[in-house]
């Protein structure tokens, strides 16, 4: 369990002070029937959501309004929050006293929320279906030291979204999640796709950092290495090499990937996909959404896994979560509501509206997610493979990706600078940043 944040000095004796301190209890008496509870005794739980498709809104509102039809005693209130600007916003809130009672979030953005004392562990409050549920590898991206601090309940893979009918035209083979490509075997089929001013692959590298480092998990690549003090540090082995290599490669030495895209979004290489410019797209699960909304009529498109290495198919996941804030009073109601939206059913709801996978066991099992149609049942296949993402607990990590990952790559995909000097920056300018974090 974590030290809970220092909490702000309590006002003096002086005259000043006792006149000011009066005004605060008169204004607490004057908002006493704000967000938490009422006069009437009933609970009220404010829940930020982040969901923003409007699938995912609109079943998340559904099983709000399900619960206060079936829970008279206690209402959640649906609050919209963004994924742009939730950090920044949920600290803000935290400061200020404001926060949510149940707060959705990404698992990569809770160590430092954790460890300042301002999510509730939920170690004793989740029912033991809830907990037995989800696979422990999943719970392993909301835990901190002791302590549990969120809910993983949706998560996506990376896959790769071909062009079906380019790919048939040019006699590749076509891989599955039983056999899928090598990542030697998927540069050299990028290089048969690639000519004619026609890409086999565009990367959509605009933060590179989450990509490479998940993906570097199925070649043994780690980086990050926690030492018998507990204390971590950045070490580029021949794993993490990898999917760097391939990158770079397929952009500067083989042009089967454009390197125009390399800057972008996944949604930014959309038009250029759909216009027969590049064979395939690794892109988040969820992307599928969008491209069938999008996609031209008659355009046949296809979910295939990410390639395999060393270690298969293991890909880093950052699910997303749900969190209690430390300063609710109504945690034990707020629990009780993260039990109802996580049922199997209710997963499976969430998951569909979010075109993503729900972590819970009995949820995977849904028919509705095996289907061939949009690539459900391939995604379904990869979800035994993924695991907590590699800088999953690892202090000052957005620092690092910010100021040095996250450029020292982006020069090393555009042929700037080579693998010595990535290596380099990562290792040396990196563990000078993780230091000041673990002193």
Not at 183 to 196: A, N, Y
Not at 235 to 264: F, I, K, W, Y
Request: include cysteine.
């Amino acid at each position: 369990m974590f030290s809970k944040r220092v909490k702000p000095r309590r006002f003096g004796a002086g005259p000043l002070n006792l006149v000011v301190a009066l005004l605060l209890v008169l204004l607490a008496a004057c908002s006493s029937d704000s967000s938490d509870s009422r006069d009437d005794g009933r609970v009220t739980l404010r829940f930020q959501s982040l969901a923003w498709q409007d699938e995912s809104v609109a079943a998340t509102k559904d099983l709000v309004d399900e619960w206060n039809a079936t829970h008279p005693g206690v209402k959640v209130e649906y609050v919209q929050g963004s994924w742009d600007s939730v950090h920044d916003q949920l600290l803000t809130s935290f400061e200020g006293g404001e926060a949510p009672d149940v707060i959705h979030d990404a698992s990569d953005d809770l160590a430092d929320f954790a460890y300042g004392g301002y999510l509730a562990d939920l170690t004793g409050l989740l029912p033991q279906r809830l907990k037995s549920d989800i696979p422990a590898r999943s719970w392993a991206t909301t835990t901190f030291g002791d302590g549990v601090y969120g809910v993983p309940f949706l998560q996506e893979p990376r896959v790769l979204i071909a062009n079906a009918k380019w790919l048939r035209e040019s006699g590749v083979r076509i891989p599955t999640p039983q056999h899928p490509w090598t990542w030697p075997e998927f540069r050299s089929v990028t290089r048969q796709l690639s000519g004619d001013g026609r890409f086999g692959v565009a990367w959509p590298l605009r933060e590179p950092v989450s990509a490479t480092l998940n993906l570097s998990l199925s070649a043994g690549g780690r980086l990050f290495h926690r030492g018998d003090d507990g204390k971590v540090t950045v070490r580029m082995d021949t794993g993490d090499e990898v999917v760097p290599r391939t990158v770079h490669d397929q952009v500067n030495t083989d042009h089967s990937a454009a390197n125009s895209t390399l800057g972008s979004g996944g949604s930014d290489t959309l038009p250029g996909f759909f216009a027969g410019k590049y064979a395939m797209v690794p892109l988040g699960f969820s992307y599928r959404q969008q491209i069938s909304q999008q996609a031209p009529e008659g355009f046949e498109w296809q979910v295939l896994p990410a390639p395999a290495g060393a270690a298969g198919l293991t890909q880093g996941v950052s699910p997303q979560t749900l969190s209690i804030a430390e300063d609710s009073p109504h945690k034990k109601e707020a629990a009780a509501f993260l039990d109802f939206l996580l049922r199997p059913a209710n997963m499976v709801r969430l998951a569909l509206g979010d075109w993503m996978l729900p972590t819970g066991t009995a949820a995977l099992k849904d028919p509705a997610l095996h289907t061939p149609d949009h690539g459900w049942a391939t995604g379904t296949a990869l979800a035994g493979h993924l695991v907590p993402a590699p800088a999953q607990s690892v202090r000052g990590y957005p620092e690092w990706k910010d100021k040095v990952a996250t450029p020292a790559l982006q020069e090393y995909y555009s042929g700037a600078i080579g693998l010595g000097e990535l290596r380099r920056r990562l290792e040396k300018d990196g563990n000078l940043v993780l230091a000041r974090y673990q002193r």
